[in-house]
């Protein structure tokens, strides 16, 4: 700023006055210091910083930053210098430098060798095939490709093991064998299960894409529409329902909606909420063995209640082993998971569980379910598992819980094999009477 007498801007206060931008009160002190006496601009600027307070905003006087210079119609602001372009360093370079460096000699090719022109131009084609490759297309799936999107939807795999625990407990029911109601239970089970697996897929599209194990299902690729997989679930849940409830009976058609009910609308929101997504999917998990025993007796006995329980203890430590290796995924997919968010309980419960397999295996022959030899038989296996856990919840590394889960994997088919060996036979009461009464009309 250059030091002008206070009367020069005159017409600059009055502006100032007349637009209303300064404080009442600061206005007429302002008056009457000026008129007062003759005063610089540092001592009307001192004099406005003493009274912050009573601007109205200071924003409107960011003009005082600039300079004003005089001239012969008065004043005028005068722009800030540009600053000049900073000089490269590679502009103030030394030729003389330049020319001391030695220039690398060119490598001879070894004769028979072919070397690629660097100069060589790509071939339009093959230019042409790069760019699409790396552009976004829609996926074209033909008819034949559906069974396998389907397969891939309604996850075949875990749907199988649903029908074979199923099929499990109506093999352990103390009932003669019919393999009509087998065959509409083992149906009904089976599009239950595709029903539930394809309306989770649907729900989790966005956090499926965000996980490696899980980023290639049919839905994130696009391979069909939402619509579509929830038409496919429906054609697969309603006549489902309703082979188990007409065909079968109703206890096994309230399971199976049941089932599909909890795992759609209990377990799939409460990955992402609470860690007690694991105890309710490992009730979802010990509700088939308990429908394949409702379908062959009509009636929920203890033994049901029994294998479901064996269900329900078994897949502690096959999730739990399995999850361990997977948590940065569930992580990126924000699932809460016990091994991301309690890794201690995680390996407490599932050496807690393994270890409850060994307990009801001897419930078995309490409940009148199988014979005294289950026990024995089954321990050993048990005790491995137990044993595998153990290790787990010492030392929980990737390895250990690698081997904790492929035992489970072939734990329970070999704990459900012996059981169905270990079955105790029932002899209805008709046949029971006739029994004693034989041997004396013989005589």
Known sequence: MYKTPCSRL????????????LGVSVQQRLIANASRSHMSVRSLIQLCRKHQTEWITFQHFCFLKRQYVKSSSGLCQRAGPK???????????????????????????????AVPSCDQAEPEAARAARLE??????????????????ARLSKIKLTALVVTTAAAGFAMAPVPFDPVTFLMA???????????????????????????RTKNRPLVRGQISPLHA??????????????????????????????????TCCYTPLKRLSIANTWVGAVVGAIPPVMGWT??????????????????????PHFNALSWNLREDYSRGGYRMMS????????????????????????????????WTFPLVSLPINLYISYLAFRFYHNGDRQNARK??????????????????CKKRHVPQDEAAVAPSTPSLAL
């Open 295 to 316: 379908a062959a007796t009509g009636s929920l006995d203890p033994g049901a209640l029994l294998l479901g329980a064996f269900l329900f203890s078994w897949q502690f």
């Open 10 to 21: 005159t017409g600059v206060w009055k502006c100032l006055l007349r637009d209303g931008l």
């Open 133 to 150: 490759a790396r552009q976004w297309k829609e996926l074209k799936v033909e008819y034949s490709d559906l069974p396998g999107i389907y």
């Open 340 to 371: 991301v968010t309690h890794p201690s309980l995680c390996k407490r419960v599932a050496l807690r569980h393994s270890v409850g397999l060994i307990g009801l295996s001897a419930l078995g022959p309490v409940l009148d379910v199988t014979t």
């Open 404 to 421: 904790l889960f492929f035992c489970s994997l072939w734990h329970l088919p070999m704990l459900l094999l012996l059981a169905l060996t």
């Open 230 to 263: 929830v038409s496919f679930a429906l054609a697969c849940g309603i006549p489902g329902v309703t082979l188990l409830t007409l065909g079968v009976n109703p206890l096994t058609g309230f399971l199976g909606a049941l089932n599909i009910f909890l795992y």
């Open 186 to 212: 083992s149906v009904g089970t089976c599009l239950s299960s595709c029903t539930a697996n394809s309306i989770n897929q649907y729900f989790e599209v966005p956090f499926d894409s965000n996980m490696n």
């Open 83 to 113: 600053q000049e372009p900073v000089a490269s360093v590679l502009d103030d370079r030394d030729d003389s430098v330049v020319s001391q460096v030695q220039q690398i000699p060119a490598l001879k090719p070894e004769p028979g060798t």
